[in-house]
């Protein structure tokens, strides 16, 4: 069975970092494009980052600039760093796969498989 699974989600402080992991399992060849969304309490899920297979990437307008989407090709993992954090950031995070890579990228019906989420918490 396929399966994408995220880590690296915690408690920082504003001004702080993070990096998130995913892994995506299960399938004959690494899927992408690769995304990260998240979801706030109360929020609609909202797109942060995607990375396509020839390395192009993309990202909201409220992280540009303080993230940063990244593929490890020989350990097939998808990085998302994050710096600068604030509480504005404070969400679950998803990990999201796109295996027909024709929708729009921030679009959530556009994504097939999606991990169970890691949260990120950002104190003042």
């Known amino acids: 069975d396929v399966e994408v699974v995220e880590s690296g989600g915690g408690s920082v402080q504003a001004g702080g970092s993070l990096r998130l992991s995913c892994v995506p399992s299960?399938?004959?060849?690494?899927?992408?494009?690769m995304a990260w969304f998240r979801q706030a309490p109360g929020n609609e899920r909202e797109a942060v980052a995607v990375i396509y297979r020839h390395g192009s990437s993309y990202y909201a307008n409220s992280v540009k600039g303080r993230f940063t989407i990244s593929h490890d090709n020989a350990k097939k993992i998808v990085y998302l760093e994050m710096n600068s954090l604030s509480p504005e950031d404070t969400a679950a995070y998803y990990c999201?796969?796109?295996?027909?890579?024709?929708?729009?990228?921030?679009?959530?019906?556009?994504?097939?498989?999606w991990g169970q989420g890691t949260q990120v918490t950002v104190s003042a």
């Open positions: 999201a796969a796109d295996l027909r890579g024709l929708g729009s990228w921030n679009s959530v019906p556009s994504y097939n498989d």
């Open positions: 299960g399938y004959t060849e690494s899927p992408m494009p």
